[in-house]
Each structure stands twice: as C-alpha cells, then as structure tokens.
C-alpha cells in the first residue's frame, strides 16, 4: 500500500474542503466529533476548564473579523496550535540520554523545545445526516523523532548536524459521517491518525503529566495510516475495526497489514459533563518486522476511567504485548506487560494535582533492554496562573518530581537499578 493511503486521504481532504463552500450552512458545525476512536482524549477528565473551550483559540479570535476568517468560519475550518517547552534535570546519575525514557531523554539539564504544533481541522457535524470532516497536524520540535512515522519524509528538519527528525506530519486524515438513528451513526477515518490505545498521547496538551508512562513508551504505537471504520451504537457504547500499514509506519515494511479494533462503554450517569465510568478497549495486530509477513506482534490495551466527584478523577490503564518468534528470546513468544495508574484532584481554577504509578514486566527485554520489572511513580501538577485573562487563559505550568527503580540492579546503566529526576514543562495553546 505504501503511500497510497496518505496520498488519498490528503487528495481527499483538499476535495472536502473545495466542496465545503457549496455544502456547508453558514454556521460552522455544532459537533467537533472529528477525532478518531479513543485518541486525543486525556486519561482523565481535564482540569479546571478555562471560561472558553480551546480549541480554536487566539487564531482563529484574531482572524474572526477578517475576510479570512468568514470564509473559513462558513467553510466550518479551524486553525489552532500549541507550543510545549520543558526541562528535565537529574537529581541522581550522571547518564544522557537518561535511560528508559523517550520523550524526554535528550539533553537533560536543558531547556528543550518539545513540540509546536499546528492544526487545521474541520470537525464534522453529527446532527445531520450526513456530514464530512478532516483534519491536519504539522508539529515541530524535538518530539518529532519520536512521532515520526517510517517513510514519510525522514530525517527532514534537522538542526545543524542533529540528523535526527525535528518536523513531521503528525496527522492527515478525512472523515465522513453517516447519522444513522437519533444518537447513532457510522465514522470513516482514512489516512494518518494518532494510534487509540493508552491513556496518553503524542500531543502534550492531552496528557496529565510532562514525562510519559513506560507503557506509552515501549508498549504501544505513535501513528497508524490506514483506514478505520467506527459505529456509534448509542451514547454508552461503540466499536472500531481498521485496517492500517502498522506501527509507526507510512511506508511499510513488510507486505502485510495489520489490524485495528476494539470497542467502549460509558455510563449514563455524568459527572461535570463527563461519564462517570468509562471503559475502552483496543486491540492492534500484524507482523511487525521488516520482511517478516507472519510473526505476528499483538498488543491488548485495555482503559477504565471513574469519575468519583467533579474534583476527583482516576484511572487504570493495562497494557499487554506479545510478539511471536523475537530474536534473542530463547522461548517462541516474547511478552511484556504492565499497568499504569492515574489520580487527579482538581483543587480550583489554578491547581490540579496528578499522581502515577505504574509497574512494567519486559520478560526477556525485548522491548527496553533490561530483562525484570520496571517501576515509576510521578508526582505533578498543573498550574494555571490567569484561567480568565483572555490571552493567558491557556499558559500551563506542569512541574513533576519523578522516581524509576527495577529490580534489574543495572536497569539505568553503570550499576544503577534507580533514577529520580525533577522536570517541568510550560505549555501555550493559541
């Protein structure tokens, strides 16, 4: 398949939006139901919302009165973006990269330029019968060498001699909607798409926390490019299946597929506009390795969130990886596995507080190198200093005091089975 589906979905997309102008009403549409299944949602709901729902944000208020920004507001368009920069110092070891890391493993003791990323969505409306959408994500910044997927553009935006990645199309993909019943309907996604698993996401804006959990970031994938077909039984329950090139890859690999599915359920009850319970789940499998058509590698990725009060929220994300015949793994299936832990409390406007805690097995280490249990636990908050300035509204500060240990006693190198570290990162969304 190779480019083909990255190839149509952005033909297909510039097609949507040359039509939107004869199609759409005037008003932009009423439902931004235009993120694929169970991406781009936190793991838990967000703390203290700001007076006005981000995005769109300050680009679009600074185009509202412009002949741009009519047309793009009667073509149902949006143009936001955020920026995140952060900081990660070591308060034990001396290693760099920090071992067991990704996101936030380069340079520490530096300031980094994490991610700024743009975005031009056009979300789809629900309530009507039918309905189109899309949506594109340029990000740059070093987090790209971690979203990058295999094939597409590689190694472009390099700093000086850095050959590492430092710009990627993050996503582009279409979607149309078929409203089929009074709160049910069929979602097709096509192109390249954040993967759905997890309770965290490539884009900072949708996590809790600054560091990243070890699930995220050995267990589970960045990007799929595919196709995804998503059927909205009713407002409790859904189910997915896709068909998509695989892990983190345009240009694939190898000459099979794999396959994408999974389902959730949320409770009628709501708490502060959220479900109260809510339970995913997502399962992703096909060969993974290059030239290798049939050992397959299966990950099952299963989410609860619980809303216990409009303060309080929690939850528990379990993750299991399995791939068949792995080099170096003297048995013919090769596992890892492990459970993360969410809890958040929101205090006011101002302050939230986040704790995780997670535990992760890498039988073998075929995953991360280190053959025993890995352990993490982080403490963070979110500070918002001026939730009702109108430029201000969107400044986050998230500092966090983490802790790594294993019961490898050489997990993080030289002798060392531990690792604490104390970071911070500030995020604007505009």
């Not at 679009?60 to 973006?81: A, F, P, Q, V, Y």
């Not at 300031?111 to 629900?126: A, F, G, I």
């Not at 430092?166 to 979602?187: I, M, N, P, R, V």
């Not at 619980?306 to 013919?332: C, M, R, Y």
């Amino acid at each position: 398949m190779r480019h083909k589906w990255l190839e149509f979905s952005a033909g297909a997309f510039a097609t949507l939006l040359s039509a939107a102008g004869y199609l759409c009403a005037a008003d932009s549409p009423t439902s931004a139901a235009s993120e694929p299944a169970g991406q781009s949602a936190p793991a838990t709901p967000p703390p203290a919302a700001a007076p006005e729902v981000w995005p769109p944000g300050l680009i679009m208020d600074g185009l509202k009165d412009t002949s741009i920004g009519k047309e793009m507001n009667d073509l149902g368009l949006r143009l936001w973006g955020a920026a995140e920069i952060g900081f990660t110092g070591r308060l034990t070891n001396g290693e760099s990269p920090l071992p067991l890391r990704d996101y936030d493993a380069p340079r520490p003791d530096s300031l980094r330029l994490n991610q700024v990323q743009l975005t031009l969505d056009r979300p789809y409306d629900n309530s009507k019968s039918f309905d189109f959408g899309g949506r594109l994500d340029l990000l740059y910044g070093g987090d790209a060498r971690f979203t990058h997927a295999a094939g597409l553009a590689d190694h472009i935006g390099g700093m000086g001699n850095d050959d590492f990645q430092w710009a990627d199309l993050l996503q582009a993909y279409g979607q149309l909607w078929f409203k089929t019943g009074a709160d049910s309907g069929l979602e097709l996604t096509f192109g390249k798409f954040l993967e759905l698993a997890g309770s965290e996401s490539a884009e900072a804006t949708n996590n809790l926390l600054y560091s990243h959990s070890d699930i995220y970031t050995f267990l589970e994938p960045t990007t799929h490019t595919g196709g995804m077909a998503k059927y909205i039984f009713n407002s409790q329950f859904f189910a997915y299946f896709g068909i998509v090139e695989g892990w983190d890859v345009v240009e694939d690999n190898n000459t099979a597929v794999t396959y994408i599915a999974g389902g959730g359920w949320s409770s009628k009850t709501q708490v502060a506009g959220h479900a109260q319970t809510q339970a995913l789940l997502n399962i992703i499998t096909g060969p993974e390795r290059t030239d290798d058509n049939s050992d397959y590698r299966t990950l099952t990725d299963v989410v609860i969130n619980q809303s216990w009060t409009d303060k309080l929220t929690e939850s528990l994300n379990f993750d299991w990886l399995a791939e068949e015949n792995v080099p170096g793994i003297a048995h013919k299936r090769a596992d890892a596995y492990g459970a993360a832990h969410y809890l958040t409390y929101v205090f006011n406007d101002y302050v939230s507080g986040t704790w995780r805690l997670e535990e992760m097995r890498d039988d073998g280490g075929w995953r991360t190198g280190v053959n025993g249990d890995l352990y993490e636990s982080t403490i963070g908050a979110s500070l918002t200093p001026a939730p009702s300035h109108p430029q201000l509204k969107n400044l986050v500060l998230r500092p966090e005091f983490r802790c790594d240990w294993s019961d490898n006693p050489d997990a993080f190198g030289h002798g060392h089975e531990s690792q604490l570290t104390l970071a911070v990162d500030l995020i604007y969304k505009f």
